[in-house]
């Protein structure tokens, strides 16, 4: 039948620590090459994103030198448009400014963006689908309606006419993205509530006494748990072509460079023809933090249906 | 002493084409420390009657009719939160149908337990209530450190072990198990049941015990209560119910079940299907399936009739008993039947043109 214990010493140890509980979540990507690559990528970009600019900490009077050799926004720090060299390995810009510590600075735009508005719209998506899913009845009529309405709207008009009455700010791109971004995992996690309600351990749950709160929280939610962590990994993915999008349209917050403002900039200076050096970077890094992201989604994914782990 | 006082009981569900009566008008007082077996096909109504008890019903389903008094708690009034704080669990626990989906697979089992445990009684430390959870595990027989096993980690007879520890954590006053053993082969069977008995003398609670298997129901319950279209039928005491019942459909299920003493007994089973339960009407319910009705049968409802010592059964011809008894014994009584209501042409007519003639 099923799974007898063959030994007691088989057993991971339950206090072993947090670091033994990361190794756990870890073991999925064993054995999966892009699932790794990806995990790679991604941390490389955290690290860098991490370490953009340089820490001053003040009572130890202690600097730590950020990766990117000159400011980004310091001008003339190199000639106009000039071709990658040993001082300026991706060129510089019209305005003489560094790509390379541009590039850099503008992985922190991405990663803020990326993880906060997934994580924003994941935790509504998720709210809203548990709610909607578990109560039934009118509370669902009304909640799937709000995300039928969502569903309709465009993302691009949306955003635009909400930053240009806003302001451009990250905060209001990320509110944007996020307004936008829940209705997909909303409508996923729905589905599997209404799944796990029926099971049998929910019953027990109310047969025990536990109140809706409870079960809801405490049971459900854990068990639809990684199809939500799939959601955001592909949230992130999407937000950060949002915001590119954005940017490039010139809705960027003027203040923080990203990626996409990088690449709007290039057209804006019309020099999108010859310095490939300032285009290709910010366009590859964009690819490639999707593709990480993706690559990770897709091991996740795995953990989610099964069914995926014996092809 | 009553314990629990079912009274004229209805639970309804709503369907497209009226209402289901799972439960219609059933009355059925356990003591304390008693075991009372309800017996029936499926589909006719025993797990919503048990749910009835602690309310756990689903959104379409509604207690129309009648009063649930546990111990001297009308449970039929009570609010939501009352119901969670005072009843479920801390008084009327349940051993589900199939224990390993009863688990929460994201929890350890001693988790679960533990979140019981201190759930009902406020100021239990963590400690202490693991503590509790392993020494039960103990007593069920199943190793204590596989109290941080995941549910799927255990076998099936294994978890329904856990399930009966996770049932008598808290020592409830009444277990309503539902089909506890269905899911096992009847070595597990018979061990499970030992052990379910066992703790319940051992904690003096009253259970009630549903299932389809009569072997099951004689092996632990003092009384039986033999449950029809959403009726009790007949209830009585164990051994009355095995060797003298009075109901067609009691002596009809008796005779599906093999007798291990009889070498040549040919089992005969009960022909066609339980009764549609939407809007049944008038009459008794057995009546299309069973081989004595009569006329009466078809028109009325039987009233339950007692036959002393707590012997009541629902059937107008269960005055003719030793008829009834040694008919039922044959096959053909049961084979050679005509199915369905019996043609009358009196009942065609009017009766006013039967009088003028």
Partial sequence: MSTERTSPTDRTETDGGTLEFIRSKLEIFEGDRLGQIGLGILCSFILIGIFARPYTIDFLNLTIPGLAPHDPAERAVGGRLESPSGAHPLGTTHMGRDVLSQLIAG?????????????????????????????????????????????????????????????????????????????????????????????????????????????????????????????????????????????????????????GEMIYNVYTANAIREAWWWVFPPGICIMLFVMSVFFIGRTLEKEVNPELQHQ | MTLLDINGLKTYYRADNGWVRATDDVSLSIDRGETVGLVGESGSGKTTLAKSIIRLLSDNAEIVDGSINFDGTEVTELSDKELRKQIRWSEISMIPQNAMNGFDPVYTVGQQIVQVIRHHEDGTSKKEARERARSLFDELGIEPDRVDDYPHQFSGGMAQRAMIALALALSPSLVLADEPTTALDVVIQDRILDTIKEMQEELNSAMIMITHDMSVVSETCDRIAVVYGGRIVEIADTETIITNPRHPYTLGLRNAFPDINDDDQELISIPGTPPELVDPGEGCRFAPRCPFAEQECWEETPEAESYGDGHAVECHRADEIDHLQEEAGKKETWTEQDLGRPEDSQSDQPEEVMLDD
């Fill in chain 1, 107 to 259: 992985t922190r735009v991405t990663l803020i963006v990326g993880s906060l508005a997934a994580f924003m719209a994941v935790f509504i998506g998720t709210n809203v689908g548990l709610i909607s899913a578990y109560f039934g009845g009118w509370v669902d009529d009304v909640l799937m309606r709000i995300t039928d309405i969502v569903y309709g709207v465009p993302f691009l008009p949306f955003a635009i006419v909400l930053v240009a009455i806003l302001g451009s700010s990250i905060v209001n791109i990320i509110v944007a993205i996020v307004l936008i971004l829940w209705r997909s995992t909303a409508r996923v996690i729905r589905a599997q509530v209404l799944s796990h309600k029926q099971r049998p351990y929910v019953e027990s749950a109310q047969a025990i006494g536990a109140s809706h709160t409870r079960i809801m929280y405490r049971h459900i939610l854990p068990n639809v748990l990684p199809l939500t962590f799939l959601y955001a990994a592909f949230a992130v993915a999407w937000a950060v072509i949002a915001e590119a999008s954005l940017s490039f349209l010139g809705f960027g917050d003027p203040n923080m460079l990203s990626w």
